[in-house]
């Protein structure tokens, strides 16, 4: 019997690569976007995550066909940039919602079915921006590392019911997530030209980073894992950086982070 799996944000980037991998390993694939992209063997949901009554629906249309629903991703996610002082509040506001509350809601979604089926693996896309804030992406890096905790938090609620939870961490992934990214240069003078200088050291590590099918293999092989710890990073250098992060004193650390991105 083929597992059933739902993958959020599944239309472009690492979604659309994990939902790809998931697919190729036999597992009949959900995708949840606004916007359809066809690709062979994935069924594509318009759904938008910061709607609750999209999401419910379309989780319990798949639950009626299919009689189970034992994979979850959480891959919808989107960026913004800019200093705290000059982000408008909706703004973060709107990258919170989309985020992490898409994610809360989409899992909220599947527990009860996983809980009544005694199983299921709900793997939850972070960033190594998570455990590293970045400087001018702040709200997006405050995203991640609120993914992270909720993660942790679940991963222990739900252990009694056969249900696994994790975070996957990527680092800089070359995909149209950089282009998507919504970006904000004002107060740029009053700043010193940090704020445009800070993102141009992000986009050039993104366009250098890791293909988005790398990262989506990943995924896929972590979804179908027999067993998960809560927190993965992808690649070595990215294992390497969260450990130290852990290791070194917080002042250290972010004194560190503020040459690379903060001038």
Not at 109 to 135: D, E, F, H, T
Not at 218 to 237: D, E, N, Q, S
Request: positive net charge; contains cysteine; hydrophobic residues 40%.
């Amino acid at each position: 019997m083929k597992k059933i799996a739902i993958v959020t944000g599944g239309s472009s980037g690492i979604g659309r690569a994990a939902a790809e991998s998931l697919t190729a390993s036999g597992v009949k694939v959900y995708e949840f976007s606004r916007r359809e992209r066809i690709s062979e063997g994935i069924i594509h949901k318009t759904v938008d995550v910061t709607d609750e009554e999209s999401v419910n629906g379309a989780v319990q249309e798949i639950y009626m066909s299919e009689g189970r629903i034992d994979i979850l991703v959480n891959c919808a996610g989107f960026g913004i940039s800019g200093a705290i002082e000059f982000t408008e509040l909706k703004d973060a506001k709107r990258q919170l919602d989309v985020n992490f509350f898409g994610t809360v809601s989409c899992t909220k979604a599947v527990l009860g079915i996983m809980r009544k089926q005694k199983s299921g693996r709900i793997v939850c896309i972070s960033s190594v921006a998570g455990p590293i804030p970045i400087p001018f992406q702040a709200f997006y890096s405050a995203s991640k590392a609120a993914i992270n905790s909720y993660v942790m938090a679940l991963a222990n609620e739900v252990k009694p019911f056969g249900i696994s939870v994790c975070s996957v961490q990527p680092g800089d992934i070359a995909s149209s997530f950089t282009e998507a990214r919504a970006k904000s240069i004002a107060g740029d003078s009053e700043y010193g030209g940090r704020i445009s200088a800070g993102v141009s050291v992000m986009e050039k590590d993104e366009r250098g980073g890791m293909k988005p099918e790398t990262a989506g293999s990943y995924i896929a092989l972590v979804a179908l894992r027999k067993k998960v710890k809560p927190l993965y990073a992808i690649g070595f250098k990215y294992k390497l950086f969260c450990v130290i992060m852990k290791l070194l004193p917080c002042r250290l650390s972010n004194w560190m982070i503020g040459l690379i991105y903060a001038g």
